[in-house]
């Protein structure tokens, strides 16, 4: 397995780098709103993990990757189609890119959007038996594959 590359976006304290096995990808950023999230994170930076306090609706990382991941996010973000598809342009040839959303109206009605515009490569839906919530994670990919 080659050494992979992933951006997460709201990446909250890092809790997704923690449970990454630290051999199998080569580099990861974390990005989240609060500062106060992203200093929790910080004691976990080094050369492979960097964590940076950014509103993901404007943050360029200067680079593509292989896998970039929208953990409970993008409902928060104004015109989430868009902020898609331009993160959508910085995968690395072949790379995927993961939403994570609550299952709620919202994000049932922004599914449906994304629907039309990405094809998804798989799902899953997983439920927490204790509170009765449910998450719905899906693999995008583009449909056109020129954009």
Known sequence: ?????????????????????????????????SAEAISKALNREDEKPRFVNADISDYSPGRRFDFIIFNESLYY??????????Y????????????SMLVT??????WK???????IK???IVTNKL?????VIKVLTNLDHND
Do not use: A, F, H
């Not at 104004?78 to 598809?85: F, H, N």
């Not at 509170?131 to 998450?135: E, G, I, K, L």
């Open 88 to 99: 959508m342009s910085l995968l690395e040839e072949g790379g995927l890119l993961i939403v």
């Open 113 to 119: 959007m994304i629907e039309q515009s990405y094809d």
């Open 1 to 33: 397995m080659r050494n992979l590359s992933i951006l997460d976006l709201g990446c909250g304290e890092g809790i997704l780098q923690e449970k990454l096995c630290y051999n199998n990808y080569l580099y990861y950023v974390g990005v989240d709103y």
């Open 131 to 135: 509170t009765d919530n449910s998450w």
């Open 122 to 124: 798989d799902e899953v």
């Open 77 to 86: 973000i104004e015109d989430p189609l868009r902020i898609v598809k331009r």
């Open 105 to 110: 109206e919202k994000s049932n009605r922004l």
